[in-house]
């Protein structure tokens, strides 16, 4: 359940925004932590969604929770990285919230 766009919003940080454990004001306090600036946010580094491309990417495993902030990121992620040619899987575990590892 990977962080990859820290520079918006999405539809599941608005549905699992709070109650769900990993709520947006924590999502935020990390953000705030891990950034020097606000900018930093749009650095494929900090956001690796936003990457121009992934040439010599590996394999990926993604795993997803259902009830995330974070799943259509994780989503997102997994696509951009199949349209670039890196083999992914997605485990996605519909019932479960963040952190379940």
């Not at 709070?18 to 947006?24: A, I, P, Q, S």
């Not at 990390?30 to 020097?36: E, K, L, P, V």
């Not at 491309?53 to 997994?78: F, K």
Request: hydrophobic residues 40%; proline residues 8%.
């Amino acid at each position: 359940y990977p962080v990859t766009d820290a520079s918006t919003h999405s539809p599941s940080s608005e549905l699992f925004g709070e109650g769900y454990l990993l709520e947006t004001e924590t999502l935020e306090w990390f953000y705030r932590h891990y950034a020097r600036e606000a900018a930093d946010r749009l650095d494929w580094r900090f956001s690796p969604l936003l990457a121009p491309g992934y040439p010599g990417m590996p394999p990926a495993l993604i795993a997803l929770a259902g009830h995330d902030p974070l799943l259509d990121e994780g989503r997102a992620y997994a696509r951009r990285l199949q349209e670039q040619g890196v083999a992914v899987e997605v485990i996605e575990y519909t019932g479960l919230i963040h952190d379940f590892l």
